[in-house]
């Protein structure tokens, strides 16, 4: 993962990472989905493993998840979707998931199987960081990179555990409430990266809103990377019958990433 940055950064630009219910509209389309955010211009792909109760996200992926979850989508069918994802790209994939579902597969069994499978790392989306430290030390020890998330809400020591357990990058949350498309980025975003930028040498990826190529550019001139996620999955949601969705994808993904 840290050559992926540094590649982006060597060529004046973010890094994009794309975000990614996988088994929506159905499991058997998700690989093709991933390899056209690849083709568009996605550097990065974070996995979803659909859940029951995705708190933090807004409706348009809180739909996706439902749809995947009826699909007969679990966390094992995610897993082979990475290891087929993995056979033909070499694109880092992050494990983004809540934690129900990963202690009920078994913690040191989806670590090894994620390895396995060709994952770089997991985001977790509601394990607090402050009880994070046997599950990072198991992640590492499997060569596991560990995303955390720090928000504008973040107490200094929390941003400090955050910056201490993270591998790979952190995850800047934009704005409180939950995922969804915005028309502007939130102001003050930029005086949170410099907060973290004092405590971690890590990229910092901005994530929460983030739509639009305008969005795209106007992160990169303080962040390593952004993150787009429910604009992706309403492109899924409004395509997802349609035989030519993963074109409609890939050139959703060339408009983010500012290519012809």
Do not use: W
């Amino acid at each position: 993962m840290a050559r992926c940055f540094a590649a982006c950064k060597q060529q004046g630009r973010p890094a994009l990472i794309a975000y990614l219910t996988a088994g929506d509209p159905g499991p058997g389309r998700t690989v093709d989905i991933a390899l056209a955010l690849e083709r568009g211009g996605a550097d990065i792909l974070e996995l979803g493993v659909p859940f029951s109760d995705p708190v933090a996200d807004g409706p348009v992926i809180q739909r996706a998840s439902d749809r995947a979850l009826k699909a007969g989508t679990t966390l094992q069918r995610v897993l082979e979707i990475a290891a087929d994802i993995r056979a033909r790209s070499d694109m880092p994939i992050i494990l983004f998931s809540y934690l129900n579902p990963l202690l009920r597969y078994g913690f040191d069994k989806l670590c090894a199987d994620a390895r396995r499978a060709g994952i770089d790392g997991c985001l977790f989306t509601d394990l607090s960081v402050e009880e994070a430290g046997d599950t990072v030390e198991t992640m590492r020890a499997a060569g596991l990179d560990t995303v955390f998330l720090a928000a504008p809400t973040s107490t200094d020591r929390r941003l400090k555990l955050v910056a201490e357990y993270s591998t790979g990058f952190v995850y800047v949350v934009s704005r409180t409430g939950v995922t969804g498309e915005q028309a502007s980025v939130a102001s003050g975003v930029s005086d949170l990266v410099t907060r973290i930028r004092q405590l971690t040498d890590l990229p910092l990826a901005v994530g929460f809103g983030i739509s639009r190529r305008e969005h795209v550019e106007a992160v990169g001139h303080y962040a390593d990377g952004v993150v787009v996620g429910s604009a992706v999955m309403r492109a899924v949601e409004e395509h997802g019958s349609a035989p030519d969705l993963e074109a409609r994808v890939e050139q959703f993904c060339k408009e983010l990433a500012g290519k012809p």
